[in-house]
């Protein structure tokens, strides 16, 4: 069964840092695109960054480049995003996702963001 | 960008009735390699979103048949059967590879 498990969310202040981690299982990690999606309190859904199989290539929304890096760890089967200079519009629900054939198949729970001073 | 945007954003619907939402593109789905990536989402309350549909009309495992995906180009269609208690939720679709989602449609029961 494929699992997804992020964590790492909290309360963080504006122009702080963070780290969100994904933990995967029930499926080859290694040879999988990857992605982070969130989600605004009470709003929809927005793609947030993307890499491939071996992190080589990255691929962020507009809003989230320079300050966001997505990358991941084959050997322990994980997903990360660390996110630096954060503002209130970052506040979000942070979905990992596998993506799969320019979709994506699998979402885990969620870890919630929430940037305030 | 290609942006997504759907109709109604509100849809109340009576249980065992058809549902119908529509999703449409700023411009053509069809990818270089010929496939149309458009997926369907289900977001239930409080819940993860959960994949229906992806290229138009391939519904994933588990998902029950009165759910079905239709169009091409830039017009694309869900379709639900007969609705049933468990399908109240935010509806999204989502177009591949540039991951854009329409802005939801929010699905509750008369």
């Known amino acids: 069964e494929v699992q997804l498990v992020e964590s790492g969310g909290g309360l963080v202040q504006p122009g702080g840092s963070l780290r969100l981690s994904c933990a995967a299982s029930?499926?080859?990690?290694?040879?999988?695109?990857m992605a982070w999606v969130r989600q605004a309190p009470g709003k929809g859904l927005e793609w947030v960054a993307k890499?491939?199989?071996?992190?080589?290539?990255?691929y962020y929304v507009d809003s989230v480049k320079g300050r966001f890096t997505i990358s991941r760890d084959n050997a322990k089967n994980s997903l990360y995003l660390q996110m630096n200079s954060l503002r209130a519009e970052d506040t979000a629900v942070y979905y990992c996702?596998?993506?799969?054939?320019?979709?994506?198949?699998?979402w885990g729970q969620g870890t919630l963001v929430t940037v305030s001073s | 960008d290609v942006v997504m945007t759907q109709s109604p954003l509100s849809l109340p619907v009576t249980l065992g009735q058809p549902a119908s939402i529509s999703c449409r593109s700023s411009?053509?789905?069809?990818?270089?390699?010929?496939?149309?990536?458009l997926s369907w989402f289900q977001q239930r309350p409080g819940q993860s979103p959960r994949r229906l549909i992806y290229?138009?009309?391939n519904r994933d495992s588990g998902v029950p048949d009165r759910f079905s995906g239709s169009g091409s180009g830039t017009d694309f269609t869900l379709k639900i059967s007969r609705v049933e208690a468990e399908d109240v939720g935010v509806y999204y679709c989502?177009?591949?590879?540039?991951?854009?989602f329409g802005p939801g449609t929010k699905v509750d029961i008369k």
């Open positions: 996702a596998r993506d799969v054939d320019r979709s994506f198949d699998y």
């Open positions: 029930g499926f080859t990690f290694s040879s999988n695109w």
């Open positions: 890499l491939n199989e071996d992190g080589s290539e990255k």
């Open positions: 411009q053509s789905l069809v990818y270089s390699d010929g496939n149309t990536y």
């Open positions: 290229k138009v009309s």
């Open positions: 989502m177009q591949g590879p540039g991951f854009t």
